[in-house]
């Protein structure tokens, strides 16, 4: 019977087997589609605003000092492979403390479980996998817009998904009355995934209060916040503010979930660190969902890297290094806050008659620019200028060099026709 199914498994009409004929081309990830088209474009004067990895001001890639410091250090010791669990427990130890508090009871309790993860993205596929495998038939609600990733995330560990209300075209900040009719109107007991700071890809994030009422209505719906934590201390320079959102929620009682990742705050994009916690009801509960994670985890990959676990918990765990560290973050974020202004500026004085004023209010690492696909691709056509469709702009991929270059190029695409005269809505 077995060899009979075998042959015809293997058979087809040449007799030769045949594999993988049925498999289409996967759809081409947004995000490196830019980069290719950049990559192959040979202008000169072509500017990249897809991805968004810290760049200098001469746009290139930087090392951090207080990485390298990180590295010396490291360099003259030994580490083996059978104390990586050791340190994988200083790794997770020095990342919860700065989300959740250095002095926080969560930390002093030890009322968390953690795993190192494959950056931001393994740490949301580990909770996506945990989410399904205990609370099968459990839905993630993802803001409407979100970072593109998230949608393949939950949905490559089968957990169902549905949006709420975030982002608002016409005033290019946050529907907040339409966000709040979301949170009461979901079943009680739902997922979300929430973005603490900086949110990808608008860039506006919602106030202090607005912060207070949803953990209130979370609260109130017994709703489980998973928060995706990828810009904390590049955002305003300081690790603490950037942490706020997640400190009231942590204040008003909540058990939350959090995925961290280093790769914009240290620099480290290729390294792949990140960090997945579950805040849990006590020690015991603690140790029973770390081990599931882990159990998850050597199903997916084994065991995470070493090296660049290595490099951000010394950057953690030395005061002088850390404290070097937080200089360099307040560096970046000045530079991203200057190019902003920087733009705004051009925009204004180039007599564009729409209302600009959005990039200067979104924060960290991307601008939302309210573009149409049709411009974005004029901008690339006419201009060599790479962004994604939806008008989302890498502000580290502005310099003092290419700024001017970049406000000329959109004043150009943005001031005749009717996508010109949607964006003038609210200035009018």
Same mark, same amino acid.
Request: glycine residues 8%; neutral net charge.
């Given at each position: $019977?077995?060899?009979?199914?075998?042959?015809?498994?293997?058979?087809?009409s040449t007799g030769v087997a045949r594999w993988w004929g049925h498999v289409d081309r996967a759809p081409k990830d947004p995000i490196n589609g830019v980069t290719e088209a950049f990559l192959a474009d040979p202008s000169s004067n072509k500017i990249n605003l897809g991805v968004g990895a810290y760049l200098d001001d001469e746009g290139k890639p930087v090392v951090l000092q207080c990485v390298r410091e990180a590295e010396a250090k490291i360099a003259a010791s030994q580490f083996l492979g059978s104390i990586s669990t050791a340190v994988s427990s200083k790794f997770v130890e020095e990342s919860v403390k700065l989300v959740y508090g250095r002095d926080s009871d969560v930390i002093k309790e030890g009322t968390y479980a953690g795993v190192q993860a494959l950056s931001g993205t393994g740490a949301c596929r580990?909770?996506?996998?945990?989410?399904?495998?205990?609370?099968?038939?459990?839905? #993630?609600?993802?803001?409407? !817009?979100?970072?593109?990733?998230?949608?393949?995330?939950?949905?490559?560990?089968?957990?169902?998904?549905?949006?709420? =209300?975030?982002?608002?075209?016409?005033?290019?900040?946050?529907?907040?009355?339409?966000?709040?009719?979301?949170?009461?109107?979901? !079943?009680?007991?739902?997922?979300?995934?929430?973005? @603490?700071?900086?949110?990808?890809?608008?860039?506006?994030?919602?106030?202090?209060?607005?912060?207070?009422?949803?953990?209130?209505?979370?609260?109130?719906?017994?709703?489980?916040?998973?928060?995706?934590?990828?810009?904390?201390?590049?955002?305003?320079?300081?690790?603490?503010?950037?942490?706020?959102?997640?400190?009231?929620?942590?204040?008003?009682?909540?058990? #939350?979930?959090?995925?961290?990742?280093?790769?914009?705050?240290?620099?480290?994009?290729? =390294?792949?660190?990140?960090?997945?916690?579950?805040?849990?009801?006590?020690?015991?509960?603690?140790?029973?969902?770390?081990?599931?994670?882990?159990?998850?985890?050597?199903?997916?990959?084994?065991?995470? @890297?070493?090296?660049?676990?290595?490099?951000?918990?010394?950057?953690?765990?030395?005061?002088?290094?850390?404290?070097?560290?937080?200089?360099? $973050?307040?560096?970046?974020?000045?530079?991203?806050?200057?190019?902003?202004?920087?733009? =705004?500026?051009?925009?204004?004085?180039?007599?564009?008659?729409?209302?600009?004023?959005?990039?200067?209010?979104?924060?960290? $690492?991307?601008?939302?620019?309210?573009?149409?696909?049709?411009?974005?691709?004029?901008?690339?056509?006419?201009?060599?200028?790479?962004?994604?469709?939806?008008?989302?702009?890498?502000?580290?991929?502005?310099?003092?060099?290419?700024?001017?270059?970049?406000?000329?190029? #959109?004043?150009?695409?943005?001031?005749?026709?009717?996508?010109?005269?949607?964006?003038?809505?609210?200035?009018?």
């Amino acid at each position: $019977m077995l060899k009979r199914c075998l042959t015809r498994a293997l058979s087809t009409s040449t007799g030769v087997a045949r594999w993988w004929g049925h498999v289409d081309r996967a759809p081409k990830d947004p995000i490196n589609g830019v980069t290719e088209a950049f990559l192959a474009d040979p202008s000169s004067n072509k500017i990249n605003l897809g991805v968004g990895a810290y760049l200098d001001d001469e746009g290139k890639p930087v090392v951090l000092q207080c990485v390298r410091e990180a590295e010396a250090k490291i360099a003259a010791s030994q580490f083996l492979g059978s104390i990586s669990t050791a340190v994988s427990s200083k790794f997770v130890e020095e990342s919860v403390k700065l989300v959740y508090g250095r002095d926080s009871d969560v930390i002093k309790e030890g009322t968390y479980a953690g795993v190192q993860a494959l950056s931001g993205t393994g740490a949301c596929r580990l909770f996506a996998e945990l989410q399904r495998r205990f609370y099968p038939g459990s839905m #993630i609600y993802l803001p409407d !817009p979100t970072w593109s990733n998230h949608h393949n995330i939950w949905r490559d560990a089968q957990v169902c998904k549905r949006t709420f =209300h975030y982002y608002d075209p016409d005033t290019k900040g946050i529907n907040f009355a339409a966000l709040v009719d979301d949170i009461k109107n979901a !079943p009680n007991g739902s997922f979300f995934l929430l973005h @603490p700071c900086a949110h990808n890809p608008t860039g506006i994030d919602p106030t202090e209060e607005q912060w207070q009422e949803i953990s209130y209505l979370f609260k109130v719906k017994n709703h489980f916040p998973f928060f995706d934590m990828a810009y904390q201390g590049v955002v305003s320079g300081d690790l603490e503010r950037d942490a706020n959102a997640i400190r009231i929620f942590l204040k008003d009682g909540h058990l #939350i979930g959090c995925a961290q990742s280093f790769a914009k705050n240290m620099g480290l994009y290729g =390294h792949r660190i990140g960090c997945v916690s579950v805040l849990c009801d006590d020690k015991r509960q603690g140790v029973t969902i770390k081990g599931q994670l882990q159990q998850i985890a050597r199903a997916m990959y084994g065991s995470p @890297p070493l090296h660049g676990m290595l490099l951000v918990s010394t950057i953690l765990g030395d005061p002088e290094i850390k404290t070097l560290w937080v200089k360099e $973050m307040k560096v970046m974020a000045n530079r991203v806050q200057r190019m902003r202004a920087t733009l =705004h500026q051009v925009l204004e004085k180039l007599g564009s008659p729409l209302n600009w004023e959005h990039i200067t209010n979104q924060v960290g $690492m991307f601008c939302f620019s309210g573009l149409s696909p049709d411009q974005v691709d004029q901008l690339a056509r006419d201009f060599h200028i790479y962004m994604t469709f939806d008008g989302r702009m890498s502000m580290a991929g502005v310099t003092t060099g290419n700024v001017n270059y970049l406000a000329n190029a #959109i004043h150009e695409v943005t001031r005749n026709g009717e996508e010109s005269r949607i964006l003038c809505r609210i200035s009018t």
